[in-house]
C-alpha cells in the first residue's frame, strides 16, 4: 500500500472511531432526534466500511493488472513513461518561462 493509500486508511479509521466515540457519549441522551441520528451515523459507517473495502479492492485488481501489463511489454512501459515524463516537463518548462 502506499502512503497515501495508508494515510486515507489511517484517516478513516479515526473517523470511524471517533464516530463510534461519540455514539457512546450520547447513548444515555434521549430523545427522538438523537436517536434516529445515532441511527444515520451507524448506517452510515457501515456503508463507509463497504464502500473503503470496494475501493481497496479495486485499487488492488487495477495494481496487479498494471504489474502484469508492465511485466508482458517491457519496452512499451519504459518507452510510455519516458514519453509521457518529456511531455510532462516540456509542458511545464513552457509554462514557467512564460511567468
Do not use: F, W
Not at 23 to 50: F, I, N, P, Q, Y
Amino acid at each position: 500500500m502506499s502512503k497515501e493509500t495508508q494515510a486515507i486508511s489511517n484517516d478513516l479509521g479515526t473517523l470511524a472511531e471517533d464516530a463510534r466515540a461519540l455514539m457512546a457519549a450520547t447513548a444515555d441522551v434521549a430523545g427522538d432526534k438523537v436517536g434516529e441520528a445515532r441511527k444515520r451515523l451507524a448506517a452510515a459507517l457501515e456503508r463507509s466500511k463497504e464502500i473503503a473495502a470496494n475501493v481497496r479492492d479495486k485499487a488492488v485488481a487495477g495494481a496487479k493488472v498494471a504489474d502484469k501489463v508492465v511485466h508482458e511489454h517491457p519496452y512499451q512501459a519504459i518507452a510510455i513513461g519516458v514519453s509521457v515524463g518529456a511531455l510532462l516537463g516540456y509542458l511545464i518548462g513552457r509554462r514557467c518561462s512564460r511567468d
